[in-house]
């Protein structure tokens, strides 16, 4: 068995579809399947059962996945070990973050970390709490970045940053005329909000709640890029970070309104899987974020 061959047996797996894992690898369709049958040929058994609609894994291929998986990261990590003893930082970190701060909070120190150590390859990608969770667990990231960061037995937490929440409104809403609004002033308003499995919106939940201030939830939507958009088109009003209004932002009418008698502050954090190899990109990017707590450059 080749490990190319793997590859694609596992992309395949997962997509369930030859077109897309074509198009992934940079291969024709009749690659992928020749591989998938000279692999099959090498077996002895049928992995897949395909039809005209569908491609799904018979019972031997199901059998073969979790090694199949097991085997490839072992050969990422194999990579990653003979490029430690290479004096230049080179090689892939896979970075998950939640929008509302990889928009507006990593940028910066993403630049900082490139022109330091432009032989790395750095993969960003954009997903909720949950799924950052989820793909650290699984492997599939090096490091996750969240807001109201959770240790877990398997996760480490570290302080990434702290951002405060103010009020986001249109110019033509009566606070954009005001510097700043008590909570209470807030009782009744149209809100567009997070959704209730977002961290951010729990927290905010929690303060309305503990002061008795009841809104009017219009929308739900876990993208901040959308939400701000509602905003400006006066669908309603939203409690979201500072950093997250822009001058475009400003440009199209949005404004931001600090809360006067409450400051809402929000936690961001770097996690990472525990006792899990880290290898030189990935503590260089960590330092990055986090340099008054380095990482153990002991693995």
């Given at each position: 068995m080749e490990l190319y061959q793997l590859k694609l047996f596992v992309d395949l797996a997962e997509k369930k579809n030859f077109t897309q894992v074509a198009n992934e690898n940079y291969v024709t369709q009749a690659?992928?399947?020749?591989?998938?049958?000279?692999?099959?040929?090498?077996?002895g058994v049928p992995l897949f059962h395909r039809t005209t609609r569908a491609v799904t894994l018979l019972e031997a291929g199901q059998k073969l996945l979790p090694y199949a998986t097991q085997m490839l990261?072992?050969?990422?990590?194999?990579?990653?070990?003979?490029?430690?003893?290479?004096?230049e930082?080179?090689?892939?970190?896979?970075?998950?973050?939640?929008?509302?701060?990889?928009?507006?909070?990593?940028?910066?120190?993403?630049?900082?970390?490139?022109?330091?150590?432009?032989?790395?390859?750095?993969?960003?990608?954009?997903?909720?709490?949950?799924?950052?969770?989820?793909?650290?667990?699984?492997?599939?990231?090096?490091?996750?970045?969240v807001a109201y960061p959770t240790e877990m037995s398997r996760i480490e937490t570290r302080p990434f940053a702290t951002d405060d929440l103010a009020?986001?409104?249109?110019?033509?809403?009566?606070?954009?005329?005001?510097k700043s609004v008590e909570l209470a002033e807030l009782a009744g308003q149209n809100f567009v909000q997070f959704t209730e499995e977002t961290p951010t919106r729990r927290a905010t939940d929690a303060v309305l709640s503990e002061h008795?201030?009841?809104?009017?939830?219009?929308?739900?939507?876990?993208?901040?890029?959308?939400?701000?958009?509602?905003?400006?088109?006066?669908?309603?009003?939203?409690?979201?970070?500072?950093?997250?209004?822009t001058g475009n932002d400003r440009e199209a009418g949005l404004r931001m309104i600090d809360?006067?008698?409450?400051?809402?502050?929000?936690?961001?954090?770097?996690?990472?899987l525990k006792n899990a190899p880290r290898f030189k990109a990935m503590r260089a990017f960590v330092d990055t974020l986090s340099p008054k707590a380095p990482t153990n450059t002991a693995n």
């Open positions: 690659a992928v399947t020749l591989q998938i049958r000279k692999l099959e040929s090498e077996l990261k072992l050969s990422d990590e194999a990579k990653e070990i003979v490029r430690e003893t290479k004096t930082v080179s090689g892939l970190v896979r970075v998950a973050s939640v929008h509302s701060v990889g928009l507006y909070e990593l940028p910066a120190y993403i630049k900082k970390f490139l022109q330091k150590f432009p032989g790395v390859n750095l993969r960003i990608e954009y997903r909720t709490s949950d799924d950052i969770y989820r793909e650290l667990l699984a492997g599939d990231i090096d490091v996750g970045i009020i986001v409104c249109p110019k033509d809403h009566p606070f954009a005329k005001k008795g201030v009841v809104v009017n939830v219009r929308t739900e939507c876990d993208n901040i890029e959308v939400l701000k958009q509602m905003i400006e088109i006066g669908y309603g009003i939203a409690i979201l970070p500072r950093n997250s209004l809360l006067k008698d409450i400051k809402i502050e929000r936690p961001l954090g770097i996690l990472l």
